[in-house]
């Protein structure tokens, strides 16, 4: 115990003691069955992706349930750079969190009515949808964006085995595949009507509605 206290961070308020061989099989279980799992599906969307095999780390998480916890973060791009989803994997030896964001950028033109039907819908108002606004005309023109809606929900399941590994893939790639749905929806067909701002709300239940 006090060589792992050694290894603590002196500028962090607490120390926490980690068994290795649970940190081990935790990172094990990321780096070997996880990250390869979420590389082949973000591969295989046609969007430029991160991180590289390369790039991957793990972070160190506060515990889940009092156990040591690990997590890697990943994105998908378009063409133009822009960052439209963000998620994240936390994992413990007794359970997961997978944690998303998806970024809708509209641009300054945008029918206000538009953003107050999504900002307004009761089914987000466990996690709302929050509004920004930046300036990126100059920076990145080719975005076209002015007004950004960020929409974010976790889920997670905490057992005492490693059994559900197929449940957190199964979230990881249905918040991917929705994700695209609603990034195409919007930011490629845009929006013209209400009732294109109610087809993309259809795609944004199925990962972002908040329970």
Known sequence: MIEEAKKQDPNKNRVVLENPQTVSEI???????????????LENTGYSY?????????????AIGNNPARSFTFMLFDQFGYSFFMGKLILSKNG??????????LPRETDPLFMIRILSEKRFSGYPPSLHIEEDSEIFPEW???YYIDFKSGSGIESGSWTLHNAAKGN???????????????????????ADVEAFLEIAYRTYEAY
Do not use: C, K, W
């Open 50 to 62: 991160s991180p590289s095999p390369i790039e991957i780390t793990l972070d160190t998480e506060i």
């Open 27 to 41: 990172e094990e279980a990321l780096l070997g069955d996880f990250y390869p799992f979420v590389r082949t599906e």
């Open 172 to 194: 990881i790639s249905e918040a991917i595949q929705n994700s695209i749905e609603m990034y195409e929806h919007s930011m490629v067909e845009g929006f013209s009507s209400l």
């Open 144 to 146: 076209n964006t002015y």
């Open 96 to 105: 997961y969190m997978f944690e998303r964001e998806f970024s809708l950028g």
